[in-house]
Structure formats: structure tokens, C-alpha cells
């Protein structure tokens, strides 16, 4: 499902990852650890397309993603790829079912067809009643569920967690950590997480540490 290649990445004199190498198969979870500033988070951004490598290949489900150009590069991570950050990164202004509807606006569907679909996953994850609510009126674990059904809406092939426990309290930790397991059963996500948690990290089916920008 996903090769990392040879990946480097360097930011002026800073080299932070060197020569990365990562294989992940389809319905995989995959949890990547390490101290801050080991490269973990700019390796996801470049898996998830969000940043190109200085040199080096990144190959989901058998495209060479960055042999693509800029634009066709972002419909490709639209379709495929999901995202679930620390904090949220809901928009204020727009409602729970708006935020979800995002990606599918982005791709321009039509509204029928993809507010019905968002409604349907914010239900499937126990917010049927906070539809209209806009994330200022939402606790941070339903703020996190709502970024979870905004990952799903496009049907992803990949579900890529930065931090996604980083900012909630142990009991919305272990609903998250539940949720990541009911995706990967129900829609069959291969999924990646970034974390410093060591229970989210136990729910994988393989732990990878990153120090100083290379696999251990």
C-alpha cells in the first residue's frame, strides 16, 4: 500500500530525515515514535503529500505520488488520503457537518449527495445530535470524532494521526484509540500514527522509532 524510498529530507543546512526507508501494507496500523524533532511528523507530511522530500520516492498503491504535478497531486490526496491532527483543525466559523462536508466541497460533488454522507458518519460516531454545532460548543473529544468523520469523507485509502491524542484528557484518549480500531475493522484504513502516547502506540500492529531522522 505504501513504500517510503530512500526518502531525505533537508531544511537549509538541517538535514532531518536521511535516507528513510518504510513499508506499510493495505489494512496496517502503524505507529511511528520518537524524541521531538526525530523527523516523525515531517515524514508523515511528505507520506501524506502535504510536503515533497529533497530527493527520494513515495509510492501508495502503486503511484509514484511525487512524479505527479501540484494540482493533480492534490486531487490525489483528497481522494486518498485522510488526516487527523493534534488540534483539530476545525474550522470556527463552519458547523460539525459542515467541517466534514470540506473535502467533498474541495472535489466539488454535489451537495445531496455528500451532506447526506456526512451526516451518516457523524451519526456512525455518536454525533447525530451535534450536527449543527459549531466547535466552540464541542468538548475535545467530539472535536477530535468530528476530525475523524472529516478524515472519512472521501472514503480514504490511508488515514495519516499527527499527535491526534495530544490534547485530550484519558478518557477521550481511550475512545480515540477505540474509534482508530472500529475504522480499520468497519472501513479497512490502513492507517499511520504519530505519537508520543505509548497506549495509542500499543493499539498498532507495529511500532517503527525514528531517531535523528533514520529508522531504527
Not at 111 to 135: C, F, I, M, V, W
Not at 169 to 184: A, F, G, I, P
Amino acid at each position: 500500500m505504501i513504500e517510503v524510498k530512500n526518502i531525505w529530507k533537508s531544511f537549509g543546512e538541517l538535514e532531518v530525515l536521511k535516507g528513510v526507508n518504510l513499508q506499510v501494507e493495505k489494512g496496517e496500523i502503524v505507529a511511528i515514535i520518537g524524541k521531538s524533532g526525530a523527523g516523525k511528523t515531517t515524514l508523515l507530511q511528505i507520506i501524506g503529500t502535504l510536503d515533497r522530500p529533497t530527493k527520494g520516492q513515495v509510492i501508495i498503491d502503486g503511484t509514484d505520488v511525487f512524479a505527479m504535478k501540484d494540482k493533480e497531486l492534490a486531487a490525489f490526496r483528497n481522494q486518498h488520503i485522510g488526516f487527523i491532527f493534534q488540534f483539530h483543525q476545525l474550522l470556527p466559523e463552519f458547523t460539525a457537518l459542515e467541517n466534514v462536508c470540506i473535502p467533498a466541497m474541495i472535489a466539488r460533488e454535489k451537495e445531496s449527495e455528500y451532506s447526506a454522507r456526512a451526516t451518516q458518519l457523524l451519526t456512525d460516531l455518536g454525533l447525530g445530535d451535534r450536527l449543527n454545532h459549531k466547535p466552540n460548543a464541542l468538548s475535545g473529544g467530539e472535536k477530535q470524532r468530528v476530525a475523524a468523520a472529516r478524515a472519512l469523507m472521501m472514503a480514504p485509502d490511508i488515514i495519516l494521526a499527527d499527535e491526534p491524542t495530544g490534547s485530550l484528557d484519558t478518557q477521550n484518549k481511550q475512545e480515540l484509540s477505540e474509534l482508530l480500531l472500529k475504522l480499520r475493522k468497519e472501513y479497512g484504513q490502513t492507517i499511520l500514527l504519530v505519537t508520543h502516547d505509548k497506549e495509542l502506540a500499543g493499539i498498532a500492529d507495529r511500532i517503527i522509532e525514528i531517531k535523528d531522522g533514520i529508522i531504527e
